[in-house]
């Protein structure tokens, strides 16, 4: 008697862990729904914002290269010419050793 008893306990209990189990998954389902929904409603009045400061982003980032072009620029001239007399002396040793 206590064991039926018992095995009738046991399958209530784990029939309304399955219901808790349900309930709960179904709370993201629930925030998801409303946040789909609140972002339909959001993107339509963000999306002019959103271009309006791509373009401005466009131009700062247009910007920064220029500078920064302009800052290697010395230091590329630098490199080339270092480069260039350098072969050239290479060169010029290689004729002078051939003679």
């Given amino acids: 008697m206590f064991y039926q008893i018992a095995g009738i306990a046991r399958d209530s209990a784990l029939i309304l862990l399955v219901i808790e189990a349900l309930l709960l998954s179904l709370i993201p389902l629930l925030a998801f729904y409303y946040l ?58 290689e004729r002078s050793l051939r003679r």
Avoid: H, Y
Avoid at 60 to 74: H, K, L, S, T, Y
Avoid at 82 to 88: I, L, N, Q
């Fill in 36 to 93: 789909n929904r609140g972002l339909r409603q959001l993107l339509p009045k963000v999306t002019p914002a959103f271009r309006q400061a791509q373009t401005w982003l466009v131009g700062f980032r247009d910007g920064v290269e220029q500078v920064m072009g302009a800052i290697a620029a010395p230091f590329m001239w630098l490199n080339t010419t270092m480069t260039a007399c350098s072969r050239a002396l290479t060169k010029v040793s």
